[in-house]
C-alpha cells in the first residue's frame, strides 16, 4: 500500500507563495517513476498542475506555467511543489501522485487558499 502525505498548504494573499511538500511511502514501484501534482477546486474536476519525469524534465499546465516550479529529491522520497504570485483561481485542495497512472490511493491533500 502507498502513502502519500501532501503539506504546507494554507490561506495565503493573492501575489503570495507556498511551497508543498508530498512525503511517498509504503509499496511505491518506483520513487524514480514521474510523479505529478494535481488540484481540485469546489465543484471541479481533479486536473493535473505540474509533472516531473525521472530524469526532471518538468511540465506545466498553462495556468501555472511560469509561476509553479516542482521539483523532487528521490533520497529523500519527496516532491515539491513552490508556487508563486498565487492567484485566487489557485485556490484548491492539491494532491501529488504518480503520473501518468496514479495510485488507486490519494493522500488527504493540502488545502491552499488564496483570498485578501
Known amino acids: 500500500q502507498v502513502q502519500l502525505v501532501e503539506s504546507g498548504g494554507g490561506l495565503v494573499q493573492p501575489g503570495g507563495s507556498l511551497r508543498l511538500s508530498c512525503a511517498a511511502s509504503g509499496s511505491i514501484a518506483s520513487i524514480y517513476d514521474a510523479w505529478a501534482w494535481y488540484r481540485q477546486a469546489p465543484g471541479k474536476q481533479r486536473e493535473l498542475v505540474a509533472r516531473i519525469n525521472s530524469s526532471g524534465t518538468t511540465r506545466y499546465a498553462e495556468s501555472v506555467k511560469g509561476r509553479f516550479t516542482i521539483s523532487r529529491d528521490n533520497a529523500k522520497n519527496t516532491v515539491y511543489l513552490q508556487m508563486n504570485s498565487l492567484k485566487p483561481d489557485d485556490t484548491a485542495v492539491y494532491y501529488c501522485?504518480?503520473?501518468?497512472?496514479?495510485?488507486?490511493?490519494w493522500g488527504q491533500g493540502s488545502q491552499v487558499t488564496v483570498s485578501s
Open positions: 501522485n504518480s503520473y501518468p497512472k496514479p495510485y488507486d490511493t
